[in-house]
């Protein structure tokens, strides 16, 4: 069985910081790609950021500059640093991990931005 772990939302001033950690276990074999996925109320679910085993990234152009994605591949574990965060970053924060055994969710955190 495969457990995504987050930790690290919380609720933050505009322009405040955030870190995020997702650590995956059990039965998983061949990361490819780590990431972080977003959902606002009332909108689906889109991308934020991730990171390939080779560490090649991707970042939604409303995170660039501002979120940065890294990982260690030998804890399996994705971290999202978040800075100058905005009200309209407030979501729930999803992990996703895509690997040769499957592609697996977190539970999700929630990260709240206040105006």
């Known amino acids: 069985q495969v457990q995504l772990v987050e930790s690290g939302g919380g609720l933050v001033q505009a322009g405040g910081s955030l870190r995020l950690s997702c650590a995956a276990s059990?039965?998983?074999?061949?990361?490819?790609?780590m990431g972080w996925y977003r959902q606002a109320p009332g909108k689906q679910r889109e991308l934020v950021a991730t990171?390939?085993?080779?560490?090649?990234?991707n970042y939604a152009d409303s995170v660039k500059g501002r979120f940065t994605i890294s990982r260690d591949n030998a804890k399996k574990t994705v971290y999202m640093q978040m800075n100058s965060l905005k009200p309209e970053d407030t979501a729930v924060y999803y992990c996703?991990?895509?690997?040769?055994?499957?592609?697996?969710w977190g539970q999700g955190t929630q990260v709240t931005v206040s105006s």
């Open positions: 996703n991990v895509k690997a040769f055994s499957g592609n697996y």
């Open positions: 059990g039965s998983i074999r061949s990361i490819f790609v």
């Open positions: 990171i390939t085993s080779g560490g090649s990234t």
